[in-house]
């Protein structure tokens, strides 16, 4: 089954204790991004990926790190979380090269909810 | 600056109406267009793609249509029905196939 899987689904945790969302995507696609969404602001981006070891700043990247050493696998890095990144993050994937019909149609991780204190 | 405003922001509507939502964006140089639904605290599921070069799409009781000339989408959600009540969102693609703008969503309840 094509997916985006995200890991965990739930995170508690304290200020400046360095944490790491997982994302992976068994579509072998090229670009995947990460998103923060947020009463009333909606869903922005955060950081995105063209392709291994291609990576660029989205709208909101202050106090978010990212590496892409796999196409599969775009991790989502908080060095020292703050309250402010209390959020629901999403990871999505999609692919240029696919078939015309569903060229750069984005597929979205379930989320990982998360709670800095 | 891509920016993507979605009217109304709430919706009631009785079962078994037809309704119709909205999403505008400034820019018109997109490649393609996307409506996702949304439900309480989950995941967003998506329900139709348009690419720039087509004008509409269909699936099931949903039909969404593209003006890039006017930066115009609209849902069109036939007979609806207590299972649509969600909030749906407008997501465009542009600057250069990375950008993905979304809109703050409509959300939508349907009264059995």
């Known amino acids: 089954e094509a997916q985006v899987t995200q890991n965990p689904r739930y995170l508690i945790t304290v200020t400046g204790k360095k944490l790491t969302v997982t994302c992976s995507q068994n579509m072998n696609h090229e670009y995947m991004s990460w998103y923060r969404q947020d009463p009333g602001l909606g869903l922005r981006q955060i950081y995105y990926?063209?392709?291994?070891?291609?990576?660029d700043k989205g709208d909101v990247p202050e106090g978010y790190k990212v590496s892409r050493k796999e196409k599969r696998n775009f991790p989502l890095i908080l060095e020292s979380p703050s309250p402010n990144q209390t959020s629901l993050y999403f990871c999505?994937?999609?692919?240029?090269?696919?078939?015309?019909?569903?060229?750069?149609?984005?597929?979205f991780g379930p989320g990982t909810r998360l709670t800095v204190t | 600056k891509q920016e993507v405003t979605q009217i109304p922001a709430a919706l009631s509507v009785p079962e078994g109406e037809n309704l119709v939502l909205n999403c505008s964006f400034t820019?018109?140089?997109?490649?393609?267009l996307q409506w996702f639904r949304q439900d309480p605290g989950k995941g967003l599921t998506s329900l139709l793609l348009?690419?720039?070069?087509?004008r509409e799409q269909t699936s099931g009781r949903l039909n969404a249509s593209l003006d890039k000339s006017s930066g115009r989408s609209t849902l069109y959600i036939a007979a609806s029905q207590p299972g649509d009540s969600a909030t749906y969102l407008c997501?465009?693609?542009?600057?250069?196939?990375?950008?993905?703008?979304f809109g703050t969503g409509t959300k939508l309840q349907v009264i059995p």
């Open positions: 990926s063209m392709n291994v070891e291609v990576t």
């Open positions: 348009i690419q720039s070069s087509q």
């Open positions: 999505a994937s999609s692919s240029p090269t696919i078939d015309r019909g569903r060229l750069h149609e984005q597929y």
């Open positions: 820019d018109s140089a997109i490649y393609n």
């Open positions: 997501a465009v693609l542009s600057g250069g196939y990375q950008k993905v703008t």
